[in-house]
Nanobody, 124 residues
């Protein structure tokens, strides 16, 4: 079983910054590799949307609305993905979810997994 634990959310004023982290772990065995990792967000009344994704070879892709303001990165040794968010806007408010496209471990392979989410609130 995969566990993705997000942290770093909070309340910030417009123009401020936050850094989200997501650590992947498994109940059995040891993680060998993680495919693409990403961040999604969901605002009240809206569907879940892609914010940013980073491949295993560190190619990145961003939603147009966050390009130039957000940066996604990963540390494979720590099984962690980060999202640095700068110049935050009220429209960035939402529940931010971590996502992995596949995790290979010493005992099994896991497909798509989701974290529980961390709340980001940007006040105007």
């Amino acid at each position: 079983q995969v566990q993705l634990v997000e942290s770093g959310g909070g309340l910030v004023q417009a123009g401020g910054s936050l850094r989200l982290s997501c650590v992947a772990s498994v109940a059995s065995g040891r993680i060998i590799s993680i495919n693409a990792m990403g961040w999604y967000r969901q605002a009240p009344g809206n569907g879940r949307e892609l914010v940013a994704v980073i491949s295993s070879s560190t190619n990145t892709n961003y939603a147009d609305s966050v390009k130039g303001r957000f940066t996604i990165s990963r540390d494979n040794a720590k099984n962690t993905v980060y999202l640095q968010m700068n110049s935050l806007k009220p429209e960035d408010t939402g529940l931010y979810y971590c996502n992995t496209k596949g995790i290979d471990t010493t005992v099994s392979y896991y497909g798509i997994s989701w974290g529980q989410g961390t709340q980001v609130t940007v006040s105007s």
